[in-house]
């Protein structure tokens, strides 16, 4: 984000006139959720001050602190004491969607009467050099995901049969509802090759245990807030 973040963490960039996260939690309320716990990192005090303890927005909000940025597979670790034993909505601070898609993961999930170890969505059309590639099966529920895959691995994936030419290459879109049971999971990862603990790691090791990860394609917008050229296009009024 080039010099926009120097003194504002990304989160709370203002898109139309709102920050990024106070459109996400505002369409998490929508979808029925009042109970939110942030983690926080760099320049933390801003999102604090500005949401407090949520009751402005009709929300209970709490917020962890996460000291060293060492991956998505230890950040939701911090909100473990929070979730207790029930299932959670897990979301970046820079990914937006309409607030249906929300409900819409809590149906996926619900329809599983149990079954389901949680919920992973995607989207078609993105990069996934760049992402997460997830793999289904007949039933959409996720095989594998593979972090920022090379071009070479994604042909190798196709040369196996594994990633058809006529499917979709299903992008990771950053939102999911998982058990407590991830925890299980996030504690035992290793660094990856980038030297992060990564979420991923810890999705493939559910999978391989049994758990079942539905899918779910995110249906309408849906937006990485990752550059500052993404921001300026939201900023010009491209529909939120």
Known sequence: MLGLTQETPKPMLCVQGKPILQRIIEGLLESGIRQVCVITGFRAEVIEDFFQDGSKFG???????????????????????????????????????????YRSMLQRFGSGSGAYGGVITVTPGEDVTKGGLNLFDEEFCLREVLEKPSAAKIEEYRAKGLLRLDDPVWYNAGIYVFTPALFNYTTKLQKSPRGEYELPDAINSMVKDGFKLAGLKIAGRWVDVRDPEVLASLCKGEEL
């Open 59 to 101: 929300a209970t909000i709490q917020y962890v602190r996460q000291v060293v940025q060492d991956g998505t597979g230890k950040a939701p670790e911090l909100a473990k004491g929070f979730v207790g034993n029930d299932p959670f909505l897990l979301t970046y601070g820079d990914i937006l969607v309409k607030p249906e898609v």
